[in-house]
């Protein structure tokens, strides 16, 4: 039996999290501390306000968070040391 190694980066911005976003169906109903995005709140298109899949409201997020410049969304107290968010970017295969 091996381990099912869980995916736990942001899809918006490949912060490791430390959960999984979804789980199937169930969102994890946290926020993303580096790009503030909430799984099953802003990901679903009613709250959103984007029509699109959930791939498509993932990219649209993570211009308008590239675009601010990638800023840490809450305290700088959990941020961790030497973060770097274009390094970040680059678990889940954005360049910039
Ligand atoms: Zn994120």
Same mark, same amino acid.
Not at 30 to 47: K, N, R
């Given at each position: 039996m091996g381990t099912i190694k869980m995916n736990t980066l942001c899809p918006v911005c490949g912060f490791n999290l430390g959960f999984p976003a979804w789980k199937g169906y169930s969102a *994890?109903?946290?926020?993303?501390? *580096?790009? !503030?995005i909430e799984f099953g709140y802003h990901d679903v298109m009613e709250a959103s !306000?984007?029509? !699109?899949t959930k791939e498509e409201i993932y990219m649209m997020w993570r211009k308008k968070w590239i675009e601010k410049g990638?800023?840490? *969304?809450? *305290?700088?107290?959990?941020k961790p040391t030497n973060w770097n968010p274009k390094k970040q970017l680059k678990n889940i295969g954005i360049e910039i």
């Amino acid at each position: 039996m091996g381990t099912i190694k869980m995916n736990t980066l942001c899809p918006v911005c490949g912060f490791n999290l430390g959960f999984p976003a979804w789980k199937g169906y169930s969102a *994890s109903h946290e926020t993303c501390l *580096s790009c !503030g995005i909430e799984f099953g709140y802003h990901d679903v298109m009613e709250a959103s !306000g984007i029509i !699109g899949t959930k791939e498509e409201i993932y990219m649209m997020w993570r211009k308008k968070w590239i675009e601010k410049g990638m800023p840490w *969304s809450v *305290s700088e107290a959990y941020k961790p040391t030497n973060w770097n968010p274009k390094k970040q970017l680059k678990n889940i295969g954005i360049e910039i």
